[in-house]
């Protein structure tokens, strides 16, 4: 296995798909626990879905598969799915949540049915679009990581300029209003910085398991601090070492599809996160329990022993 990693090292291509990776998983992590604290994770997870159908209308209009234009339709796809589950939830007595399951149902549906129709044209085929369910991050070419790798990077960079006003507007939506911050405006930019992460990342982990990159290392991170800044810090850092040992696992093997690897690691993180941290790990609070009690039956025999001698 060594081996096998230290010459996928060498190749050039792997070393971009490692950049790439890498940066995804710290743009998913930093908004992904900005999502996480808004209780908006759950329209990553539509918005990823609600994605496909834009990538395979995009293809069906330009015959061929070109990165950039679509991940622009992914974009505009994902961004109505936005619009209506916030339409549905505001114009309507339907609860938000519910509004997500349906529109995650309805554009995920279609953009089964498009793909399926697009597999079955002359150049389906040979598109490659079945890479786009569950990522696939060896079939990218440099080009292509490179958009994807300048994309996380514009939107890491994007996220820490507006950190200030988000972290307002996350804690205390009155006191931002209150403060004259353009509250609309403001979830808008967000809310495209989340849809333009998810649409950046598809191509690596896949429509169905992008929502786990920005929900799985902001919630790892929530158990290691209770600080919004650091939480972005280390939700950031295990995105991206998630992203590069689920990519060095990928090319172990001919075929293998990446986006799964970079979850499941993702997931043992998670685990890690929930049994050892350091204030509210499962097995941390356990050994703190077991110290407690140690100490009060220790205080209760000194008790009764200074009874017993008065």
Not at 138 to 165: H, N, Q, R
Not at 285 to 298: G, V
Request: proline share 2%; charged share 15%.
């Amino acid at each position: 296995m060594d081996v096998l990693i230290k010459i996928s090292l060498t190749d050039a291509n792997t070393q971009w798909v490692l950049l790439g990776t890498m940066l995804l998983g710290i743009s998913s992590g930093v908004l992904g626990s900005i999502a996480l604290l808004r209780k908006q994770s759950l329209i990553g997870d539509a918005v990823a879905h609600a994605s496909l159908p834009g990538i395979c209308i995009t293809f069906l209009l330009l015959g061929e598969k070109s990165l950039l234009p679509l991940l622009i339709g992914a974009a505009i796809s994902g961004l109505l799915a936005t619009f209506c589950i916030q339409a549905i939830s505001s114009l309507s007595i339907i609860k938000e949540d519910t509004a997500i399951g349906l529109v995650l149902s309805v554009f995920f549906g279609l953009g089964i049915v498009l793909l399926t129709k697009v597999s079955q044209s002359s150049v389906g085929n040979k598109s490659g679009l079945n890479d786009f369910i569950f990522g696939q991050a060896a079939s990218l070419v440099g080009s292509d990581v490179k958009l994807m790798a300048g994309a996380a990077a514009c939107l890491t960079v994007i996220t820490w300029l507006i950190f200030k006003e988000l972290k307002v507007l996350t804690f205390d939506p009155e006191f931002a209003k209150g403060l004259g911050l353009p509250t609309k405006r403001l979830n808008f930019v967000f809310l495209t910085l989340l849809v333009s992460a998810i649409v950046v990342g598809i191509q690596a982990v896949g429509v169905i398991l992008m929502a786990a990159m920005l929900i799985t290392p902001a919630i790892s991170a929530r158990y290691w601090t209770n600080s919004l800044s650091k939480m972005i810090i280390v939700s950031g850092v295990f995105g991206a070492l998630s992203g590069v040992v689920g990519t060095l696992l990928s090319t172990l093997g001919e075929g293998l599809a990446t986006g799964p690897f970079i979850v499941v690691t993702a997931t043992f993180i998670f685990f890690i996160s929930l049994l050892f941290a350091p204030e509210r790990g499962l097995v941390t609070k356990w050994i703190k329990r077991l110290r407690l009690n140690k100490r009060l039956q220790q205080e209760l025999i000194v008790g009764r022993e200074g009874k017993s001698y008065q």
